[in-house]
Structures are given as structure tokens and as C-alpha cells.
């Protein structure tokens, strides 16, 4: 069976339709490149053929992207680069051929399937919410390597393309009308015949380009241009990402030296980034959350889901309703203590859905009807056919003792109870219930909305069955589930609260808060330990340490000066008093508070490199990690991987903790534990796991990628 078939209308105009046969999406593959030379010889065979139209046969999508299995298959950066000439030769053969060519895109047009399509002679998309345009190749550490970096910045100028393929941003069908990347965005129901009414118009001179992007095109402009997109993207990639410094200059020399220099550079830098250590630790997390998405967490058929319960109107119990209703579509019902706290999480969802209508995302109606999903009340009225309940109150054990009671009285005996606390053992809260096999933790992250990730904790009684459902509505809300164990901390958390704490040593010890936080930035983090301590809250880091440090000793005691801090009512960004400024008094730069150095009695002075900084607070963390592997917390590295990077922004390129250990070598992470441990005391010991792995040479993954230039953080 072939993914091509070619018919000609009556009217002459030429449909080639891609349906890859088997699979739910389209994606384009190495063998594709003959099927395509063979379908443009037979379309052409008909002399009376006055163009073609390019349309996928499947219903949501056109074409995703290149298959990424190709590019692991590669064994060589010249392999690699022979696969991006040869899209890039496909390309120019249908982009040079006599008649016009029109791609309709309904559908996500991504990757390789824009390429596609920019090698067309006109675009047309659907309006539908599905079609979605861009190239994040960025994403997977790579870029666009047929034809892609030298088509976008000709068709929509150098500045726009830039913001394009450095971002990986995907466009709506809008949005590709205004920045001109398509034609026009029209109704699906009539994208085939409006592409037919163009090819049957002829090919049209392209549009000229805004008087912006033409000023930029100039030599001077050109170089202005460069320079700030390079500077820009350094101080956001702090040099982690060498795919940026490459799309820029391939771009670079496409625009200054002619096409065939550019197609040139971009191949060749395709195949050199497609060996990167940073491209395989970002495709092996494509690949992880791919193989996720089918995960069912046990072994057991998952419950329909048809309407959940929420008890808690707060700032989770909000963000909870919201992803229900929005991302599940499933019927939400919220019952609080508090009139307020109904209100606030009505609030929450109304907001959060108005920013999309202001956006144009979405339109007044559909907001309606996704409001309309959500209501509340005082008591139990409308929680009796809920499949699941999930308890957002305070983080208290009798009070969700009670809660667990309350629904086990007032709901089907089925009903699930998920719990979203965060540090209170699942099995103490199941300790009284009448059906604790319905019993599960299901701890979401803060802001709820933004957070991909969720730790789904079964305790000892929980069934299969529980699981299984439980995961399916994490995955209906959009979130990325792993199932994690029912030990203090859970998995998050627990290596959460090492690093941080170590980066409030450092504070104490005279570190100068943007020192600290620069240093972890600098290592790949999004945001640094003590800016992420603010954002969490630090009255909510304070209250989980004591119960890490009670299950697992000294090592998690927090630096005495948290009592000051928090005596001091400083909250973070919740109370608007931390570590930082906040509005106005930070006259709109992030400056750290420095109050806070006269509160903890510290003379602040930089002392240490950022290297050491970052050593000593991510060997911390990354010890905690070998800890929870060898424990059962996670069930393997892939969980543990995806927990870092989705849960606390482990750096991507790195591929996450157990990738990263597995890079440095069990031998070179005790060495430098060791080492930590006789300057700074015996909390950094290393794991006796990591030790056995030093000695027998043992790795987290079976196969490891093997990195000479990674940015390690030895200093
Ligand atoms: P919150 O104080 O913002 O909200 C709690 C809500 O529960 C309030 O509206 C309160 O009126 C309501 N409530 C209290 N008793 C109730 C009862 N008997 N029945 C119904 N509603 C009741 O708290 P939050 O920050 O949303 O945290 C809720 C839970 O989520 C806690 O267990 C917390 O540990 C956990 N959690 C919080 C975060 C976070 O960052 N805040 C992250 C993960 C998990």
C-alpha cells in the first residue's frame, strides 16, 4: 500500500492525497522520497494537467512532522546530512515544477509537513482549531533540514521566520494568514475546492513583504537583525543549545551567500546536530512521553469517566476544575466550606478562559459551554455519580480522614478518592477508609493549568483498576502522569527539597541570591532554586521538609534560617514578600529583596564560581534521584527523567537526572560526591547505589549515549 495516491478531476486539476496506511497521523518518511517522485511522474503524465492540489486523507491532521526514528537510525553527522539533501532535493523538484502546486492544510502542518508545504507554490489552510503551522525542530535539538531554514524567511521575512523556527512556535490558522505564510484560512468543508479555485487561476507573483521585515532585508538591516537574534538567544540559552547558534547561522548564509549555500550549510548542519548529545537527550524525552502517552499505569481496563468531584475550591482545587472541565470536557463539580471558595474557583476558570476568548484562541460560546461544566456547592448535592473525587482541602490528615468518610457516605461505592496532597502518606489517609482499594494520590503541580506533570501514588490496597482510571483522567487533562510510590516526598518533591535546601546553605553562607539562581540558570533550569522556592511558596516548602526529614534524617533538615523567613511573613510571590521584589518596588526588573540578607544575618559577597553552585545543588538532587531508583519511588529512569524535566524544569538537554548520571559515568558522580562530601559535610555521601554502579559499571538505562562534551558541572 502506498501513502500517495494520485486522481485527476474533471476539471483537470491534479489531487495528490498523503494517508499514511496504518497510522492515526501522517509523518513523512525516508521511503516517502520515491513514492513522491513516482506520483509527480504519473500526475504529469496527463498532458491536460493544469496543477495540483497536496491534501492529507486523514481527518486531523496533515502531515505532523518527519519521523524522528529516521534520524536515531543515522549512525554518522554525513548519514544524517544525506537525509536532509535528499528532503531538501524532493522539495526543489516539486517547488520547480512548471504548474502550480497548492498545499490545503487542515490539521497540524508541522516540521517536515511545513517543509512540504513551503516547497508548494501557494498554502491554503482550514480554520479548524486542529490546524496548527510551525517548525519546532528547535524543540528536539535540531532544525529544519529540507529546505525549511531557507523558504520561511523568503516567504514571511528573516525576522518572523527567526521568531518561527528559533522557538519552535506553532501558529493558527490566523495568525499563518497574517504573518503570510498561507494564503488564506477557510472553512474545511470548502479547503479542497478553494485550493482547486486557485491552482485554476495560475500561479500569482508572491506578495511583498511588509515595510519591517524589507528594511531588514537590506545589508545593514540584515545585520542589525543578527546580531540582537543572537544576542537575544544566548541570554536565553546560556549556550545549552547549539541548535539556535546553528539555525541562526545557517539562515545567515542562506541570505547572504545565495540558496545554495544556505540548503548546503543546512544539511550539513542537520547531520552535525543530529549526533549533539543535547539532540538525543531531547528526542529520547520526545520518545518517553510518546511511549507514555499509551502507559496505562497497571494492568487493568480504566473506568469510563463521564464527571468528577472536586473538594476544595483553592488555589488547586481552582486550577483542578479548570483542566477537568477545559482539557477533559468532563462535567466538574466543586464543593468547599466556603461560599469564597466556590466563587474563587468559578473565578479561576472564567480568567483563565477569557485570556483565550481576548486571544482569539477560542470563541464567547465555546467559553460558555466550558463554563457550563463547572458548578458547585456547599454540601454533597451533585456529587452521588461521580467517578472520581479529587480532594484539594488543607493539608491536613484528619481533615482528609474526614473527606474520605464524607464520600465514601455520599457517592457510588465505586467512587474514586484521589488525594492532591503533598506530603501526607496515601496509606494514612485510606487508614479508616470502609473501600480503600479506591483510595490514590494524585498530586497535581502549581499553577495547575501550566504544570504538565502529575505523580499518581497508589498505596499497598489501591487497586489495578484505580490506577489504570486514574491515570486515563490525568491524561485526559492533558498531564503527563508517572506512577510514583507512596514514600514521603513521593518522587518530586523528594529531590526537589535537596536542591533546594542546598542552594539556601549557599545563601547563608554569604552567596548573593542572583549569584545562586544565575548559576542554576546558567546550568539549564528555567527559573533558579531560591526564585522557585518564592513562586512555590516558601510556607509550602517549609511544611513538606520536616516531613522528609522525619522518613529520611539529616540530610533534609532545612537551614535554620527558614523559621526567621517565615516569621518574617514572607510567603513569596503569593504574599508578594520573599527572596525577591515584587510590582513596583522592583521597578519591573526581578531584583532580589535585600532585606532578606539583614533578616538572615548574612554579609552577602560572591565567593564561589557558578560551577561550584551549581555542583553542589544538582548533586544534591541527582543523588536523591540514584535514592528513589533504588528504592521502587519510580518505577524505572524514564519516570524519573520525566518527573525532573516536567516537574521542576530539569534541564531538557540534558535529557534528565538518570540520563544525565548516566552521561557523567556512576565512577565520576561518586568521585565528585566524595569529594563534596569532605569539603561540605556528609550530606553528600554517595548512594550506595551509585557506589555498587561505580564498581560494576553498571548504567540507569541499558543503552547510554555516551557524551565527551557535555557541560558537566565539575568546577
Ligand atoms: P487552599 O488553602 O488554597 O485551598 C483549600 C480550600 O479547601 C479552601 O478553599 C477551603 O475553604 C477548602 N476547604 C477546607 N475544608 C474543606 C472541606 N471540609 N470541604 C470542602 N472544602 C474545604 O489550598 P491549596 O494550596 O489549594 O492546597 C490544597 C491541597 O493541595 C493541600 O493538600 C496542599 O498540600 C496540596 N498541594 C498544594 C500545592 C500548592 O502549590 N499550593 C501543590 C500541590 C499540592
Not at 517536515?112 to 503551522?133: F, M, N, P, V, W
Request: glycine residues 10%; aromatic residues 6%; hydrophobic residues 40%.
Amino acid at each position: 500500500m502506498t501513502a500517495f495516491t494520485f486522481s485527476l478531476r474533471p476539471d483537470n486539476v491534479g489531487v495528490i492525497t498523503l494517508d499514511v496506511p496504518g497510522e492515526k497521523v501522517n509523518t513523512l518518511k525516508a521511503e516517502f522520497v520515491e513514492e513522491i517522485r513516482k506520483i509527480l511522474v504519473e500526475a504529469r503524465s496527463h498532458t491536460q494537467l493544469l496543477g495540483l492540489v497536496l491534501i492529507s486523507g486523514k481527518p486531523d491532521s496533515f502531515i505532523a512532522g518527519a519521523d524522528i526514528t529516521m534520524i536515531a537510525a543515522c549512525r554518522s553527522a554525513e548519514e544524517a546530512a544525506a537525509l536532509a539533501r535528499q528532503g531538501q532535493k524532493v522539495m526543489a523538484e516539486i517547488a520547480a515544477l512548471p504548474i502550480p502546486v497548492i498545499a490545503a492544510i487542515h490539521g497540524a502542518c508541522l516540521g517536515g509537513g511545513l517543509e512540504l508545504a513551503l516547497a508548494c507554490h501557494q498554502r491554503i489552510c482550514s480554520l479548524d482549531d486542529k490546524t496548527r503551522l510551525g517548525l519546532p525542530e528547535v524543540q528536539l535539538g535540531l532544525l529544519p533540514g529540507s529546505g525549511g531554514t531557507q523558504r520561511l524567511p523568503r516567504l514571511i521575512g528573516a525576522s518572523r521566520a527567526l521568531d518561527m523556527i528559533l522557538t519552535g512556535k506553532t501558529l493558527r490558522a490566523k495568525q499563518a494568514v497574517k504573518l503570510g505564510l498561507v494564503e488564506a484560512a477557510v472553512p474545511e468543508t470548502i479547503l479542497l475546492e478553494t485550493a482547486v479555485k486557485m491552482v485554476l487561476k495560475g500561479r500569482r507573483p508572491r506578495k511583498t513583504l511588509p515595510l519591517g521585515e524589507r528594511l531588514l532585508n537590506g545589508r545593514a538591516g540584515r545585520s542589525l537583525l543578527f546580531k540582537l537574534a543572537t544576542r537575544r538567544t544566548e541570554a536565553k540559552s546560556h549556550g545549552n543549545y547549539p541548535a539556535v547558534r546553528k539555525i541562526l547561522s545557517v539562515i545567515h548564509i542562506g541570505l547572504q551567500q545565495g540558496r545554495s549555500a544556505g540548503y548546503a550549510a543546512e544539511a550539513k548542519a542537520f547531520g552535525e546536530l543530529a549526533m549533539s548529545p543535547e539532540s538525543v537527550a531531547l528526542r529520547g524525552i520526545f520518545f518517553a512521553t510518546t511511549e507514555m502517552k499509551k502507559d496505562r499505569g497497571a494492568e487493568a481496563e480504566p473506568r469510563r469517566l463521564s464527571s468528577v468531584g472536586v473538594l476544595g475550591g483553592g488555589l488547586m482545587g481552582g486550577g483542578i476544575a479548570y483542566v477537568t472541565a477545559s482539557r477533559a470536557g468532563l462535567p466538574v463539580r466543586i464543593k468547599d466550606i466556603r461560599p469564597e471558595g466556590i466563587n474563587h474557583a468559578m473565578k479561576y476558570s472564567w480568567d483563565l478562559l477569557n485570556r483565550k476568548v481576548v486571544r482569539r484562541h477560542i470563541t464567547t460560546a465555546e467559553r460558555q459551554r466550558k463554563m457550563a461544566l463547572i458548578s458547585g456547592s456547599l454540601d454533597y448535592q451533585g456529587f452521588r455519580r461521580r467517578d472520581v473525587v479529587i480532594e484539594a482541602v488543607f493539608e491536613d490528615l484528619f481533615l482528609k480522614q474526614k473527606m474520605v468518610a464524607e464520600v465514601e457516605a455520599n457517592c457510588l461505592p465505586e467512587t474514586i478518592f484521589a488525594s492532591n496532597t503533598s506530603s501526607l502518606p496515601i496509606s494514612d489517609i485510606a487508614a479508616h477508609a470502609r473501600r480503600p482499594e479506591n483510595i490514590i494520590g494524585l498530586h497535581f503541580f502549581s499553577p495547575v493549568d501550566k504544570m504538565p506533570l502529575v505523580e499518581v501514588i497508589p498505596h499497598a490496597k489501591t487497586s489495578a483498576q484505580t490506577i489504570a482510571t486514574t491515570v486515563e483522567l490525568a491524561k485526559k487533562q492533558g498531564k503527563t502522569p508517572i506512577v510514583v510510590a507512596d514514600r514521603a516526598g513521593f518522587y518530586v518533591n523528594r529531590i526537589l527539597t535537596p536542591y533546594i535546601n542546598e542552594a539556601l546553605r549557599c545563601l547563608l553562607e554569604g552567596e548573593p541570591i542572583e549569584n545562586i539562581d544565575g548559576a542554576l540558570v546558567g546550568f539549564g533550569f528555567p527559573v533558579g532554586p531560591v526564585q522557585l522556592l518564592d513562586e512555590v511558596g516558601i510556607d509550602t516548602g517549609a511544611h513538606i521538609i520536616p516531613v522528609l526529614e522525619q522518613a529520611w534524617g539529616e540530610r533534609f533538615k532545612a537551614p535554620a534560617a527558614l523559621d526567621a523567613i517565615l516569621n518574617d511573613n514572607r510567603k513569596g510571590r503569593k504574599n508578594e514578600r520573599g527572596f525577591y521584589l515584587y510590582r513596583k518596588k522592583s521597578g519591573g526588573k526581578k531584583q532580589p529583596d535585600a532585606t532578606i540578607y539583614k533578616l538572615l544575618n548574612v554579609h552577602p559577597k560572591a565567593q564561589r564560581s557558578a560551577e561550584i553552585i551549581a555542583q553542589r545543588c544538582v548533586m544534591m538532587l541527582l543523588n536523591e534521584a540514584a535514592r528513589t531508583f533504588d528504592e521502587g519511588v519510580i518505577r524505572c529512569a524514564r519516570d524519573g527523567d520525566i518527573g525532573a524535566v516536567f516537574g521542576i524544569g530539569f534541564p531538557p538537554f540534558l535529557g534528565g537526572p538518570f540520563r544525565y548520571m548516566d552521561a557523567l559515568g556512576a565512577g565520576k558522580m561518586v568521585a565528585q560526591l566524595e569529594q563534596l562530601a569532605h569539603v561540605c559535610g556528609p550530606r553528600f555521601l554517595p548512594c550506595e547505589r551509585l557506589q555498587k554502579m561505580a564498581e560494576t559499571g553498571e548504567t540507569f538505562y541499558k543503552s547510554v549515549a555516551k557524551v565527551d562534551n557535555h557541560p558537566d558541572s565539575t568546577g
